[in-house]
Nanobody, 119 residues
């Protein structure tokens, strides 16, 4: 199994920045995606950003230009740098790892870290 551990959440004022980290217990074989999702109270969980084993990235429209996803393969760690945070970004942020097999995909989730942005 793959264990994902997140850190870096907290309370910030609007316009501030946070960096989230997610470390996997083991290296994830290629091909794979790693990414961040978020879920606010009463809302559906939504994709924020992903990065794959080919170093391709994508972002939700709501965070483009403000958030940056990156990874450090030797450390089995993915980061989410969040700048210009707004109250609408308040949510629990979950790290996700998706291993793509020949027939099946395998999803692993972190426990979540709270991000709260005050006005």
């Amino acid at each position: 199994q793959v264990q994902l551990v997140e850190s870096g959440g907290g309370l910030v004022q609007a316009g501030g920045s946070l960096r989230l980290s997610c470390t996997a217990s083991v290296n994830i074989p290629s091909p794979y995606y790693m990414g961040w999702y978020r879920q606010a109270p009463g809302r559906q969980r939504e994709l924020v950003a992903t990065i794959n084993s080919g170093d391709n990235t994508n972002y939700a429209d709501s965070v483009k230009g403000r958030f940056t996803i990156s990874r450090d393969n030797p450390k089995n760690t993915v980061y989410l740098q969040m700048n210009s945070l707004q109250p609408e970004d308040t949510a629990v942020y979950y790290c996700n790892a998706r291993r793509i097999g020949p027939l099946l995909r395998y999803d692993y989730w972190g426990q979540g870290t709270q991000v709260t942005v005050s006005s």
